[in-house]
């Protein structure tokens, strides 16, 4: 990587992330904004949002602004089970379906969020799944859901924060509804079931909490390594990381990120930012502030994971008029 060549995409892509909560789409869409898709490319890195389908369709300028900064997108929530498997035998594919026919208009890729997570389950799942039908539940909505994109979606979250440290579970699992049901092993089924649906997609393992330098940081990559190596010495089909990346403004990041992201890469699994967003809510300074604030902190955080040449994609989170930070607080 050359360094000129980095700063410039670094420059750009800070350019553009210290501006989100407070420019409208319009400007960021038009022709005189530097489009980001490309300067990333040329490094090897493709770059882009979670998009939500509704402001596709009735957000010109929205559209527009992802049509030209985006090299890959991914639904915020159309995938996930509440939306796209709402009632025990009916699919509802429309939205992700709209996502995936604007990312193949515009040459871009497109990423699946996510087959198992502890939360967004509809009520039925709840309601009907047991330890007796669990496995064939899930590997029945993977492998539907997988197949229906095969061909469209090139990366998917197969399995998203399965790590909760608190919850005392062997291993740092998450006490989760997956878990209970099926045990640790929900894990294996679930990246078995992605990859016999659709072989041709990069499978990963997705979660928060690996950025800083903390007790809490460090032993969060601990668990997660011991959870990737053992998904690799079992031979189940893993092939990236996912590192969300929620920050706060005013976060720094010491080496030990980088060491986690060199770790993953030697076990040969791709490393992929994916929910990269900062939190400003509890920024007190004007506006001017919070954005030199905010534009710090995605530079530090950029600086160190892409110095370790390792990184193939950066996804930024929530939409583009509204942080996903402020939605969070409610602001």
Request: with cysteine; net charge positive; proline share 5%.
């Amino acid at each position: 990587m050359r360094r000129a060549n980095r700063r410039s995409f670094l420059t750009a892509f800070v350019r553009l992330l210290a501006c989100l909560p407070f420019v409208n789409s319009r400007l960021l869409a038009a022709e005189t904004f530097p489009a980001l898709r490309q300067p990333a490319a040329e490094k090897g890195i493709r770059f882009g949002f979670a998009v939500d389908p509704a402001k596709l369709n009735d957000d010109a300028a929205y559209r527009q602004l992802v049509a030209r900064q985006a090299s890959i997108v991914v639904p915020e929530n159309a995938l996930k089970w509440q939306t796209v498997h709402p009632e025990p035998e009916r699919y509802n594919f429309a939205p992700a379906d709209a996502i995936a026919g604007f990312a193949k208009a515009h040459e871009q890729r497109m990423r699946g969020h996510t087959f198992c997570w502890h939360r967004s389950l509809p009520d039925w799942v709840h309601q009907t799944v047991t330890p007796t039908n669990a496995e064939a539940v899930l590997t029945a909505h993977i492998s539907t859901v997988a197949s229906h994109y095969r061909g469209l979606i090139s990366a998917w979250d197969v399995v998203n924060e399965a790590i909760q440290l608190e919850d005392g579970q062997p291993d740092g699992l998450r006490n989760s509804f997956w878990y209970q049901m099926l045990g640790p092993r929900y894990l294996d089924i679930a990246f078995k079931a992605a990859h016999k649906a659709d072989p041709d997609a990069l499978l990963c393992y997705n979660d928060y909490g690996l950025e800083k330098d903390t007790h809490y940081g460090e032993s969060k990559r601990t668990a997660v390594l011991a959870l990737l190596r053992g998904l690799k010495q079992r031979g189940i089909p893993i092939h990236g990381l996912g590192i969300q990346s929620h920050l706060r403004a005013g976060d720094t990041f010491g080496p030990g990120l980088s060491h986690f992201i060199l770790a993953v890469r030697d076990m040969g699994l791709s490393i992929h930012i994916t929910e990269l967003d900062v939190d400003d809510s509890h920024f007190t300074g004007s506006i001017a502030d919070r954005d030199g604030s905010v534009a710090a902190t995605y530079k530090r955080y950029l600086d160190v994971v892409l110095a370790t040449r390792s990184v193939s994609t950066v996804i930024t989170w929530g939409s583009l008029g509204q942080p996903a930070c402020c939605r969070r607080h409610g602001q």
